[in-house]
T-cell receptor
Framework: KQEVTQIPAALSVPEGENLVLNCSFT??????LQWFRQDPGKGLTSLLL?????REQTSGRLNASLDKSSGRSTLYIAASQPGDSATYLC?????????????FGKGTKLSVKP | NAGVTQTPKFQVLKTGQSMTLQCAQD?????MSWYRQDPGMGLRLIHY???????DQGEVPNGYNVSRSTTEDFPLRLLSAAPSQTSVYFC?????????????FGEGSWLTVV
């Protein structure tokens, strides 16, 4: 059974710091891995999608990496800002049919202090 | 481009009442799904559909019913509401369950059962 773990559960950093959020999964047979951002009382916004054949994806100050063999992904946030404060979720998508649904981690709650 | 639209945003039900959460997408996506999000449990899959007329159960289907009569709509029915169904519900869609495409989420529906 696929399990997704995110460490740490919560993180508080001062503004301007570079930081790394971690995601690990137990089954390497995945289609892709997706990082989401969730603001309080809001839905999920997709940040980055990494296909199983890719090693990393970048968008602005965000960089996500994927190491399928070790079952790990990291989300790197450069020069953090108070507006980055949110909960970050990673999710893996298994191969097709009934397996093609997302399995989520429980998230890392990030707080960036001014 | 509306994306994934959920209604209602907030609802309070009495135990035993029934109701339907509506979900519609305008992206011609084949795959649609319903998740619930609970503190400490993360997001869990309730039901999903890989196309009109095809639905299947997810991880936590008991007490819920779905149908998919059109590509655009995927309503979630609570048959006889229980306090354990107090949660935040998210509808999601993507082009195909077997592809590596991004999954898009609605804004969520906050349900309280008293």
């Amino acid at each position: 059974k696929q399990e997704v773990t995110q460490i740490p559960a919560a993180l508080s950093v001062p503004e301007g710091e570079n930081l790394v959020l971690n995601c690990s999964f137990t089954d390497s047979a995945i289609y892709n891995l997706q990082w989401f951002r969730q603001d309080p009382g809001k839905g999920l916004t997709s940040l980055l999608l990494i296909q199983s054949s890719q090693r990393e994806q970048t968008s602005g100050r965000l960089n996500a990496s994927l190491d399928k063999s070790s079952g790990r992904s990291t989300l790197y946030i450069a020069a953090s800002q108070p507006g980055d404060s949110a909960t970050y979720l990673c999710a893996v998508r298994r191969y097709g049919g009934s397996q093609g649904n997302l399995i989520f981690g429980k998230g890392t709650k990030l707080s960036v202090k001014p | 481009n509306a994306g994934v639209t959920q209604t209602p945003k907030f609802q309070v039900l009495k135990t035993g009442q029934s109701m339907t959460l509506q979900c519609a997408q305008d992206m011609n996506h084949e795959y649609m799904s319903w998740y619930r999000q609970d503190p400490g449990m993360g997001l869990r899959l309730i039901h999903y559909s890989v196309g009109a007329g095809i639905t299947d159960q997810g991880e936590v289907p008991n007490g819920y019913n779905v149908s998919r009569s059109t590509t655009e709509d995927f309503p979630l029915r609570l048959l006889s509401a229980a306090p354990s169904q107090t949660s935040v519900y998210f509808c999601a869609s993507s082009y195909s369950v077997t592809s590596g495409n991004t999954i898009y989420f609605g804004e969520g529906s906050w349900l309280t059962v008293v």
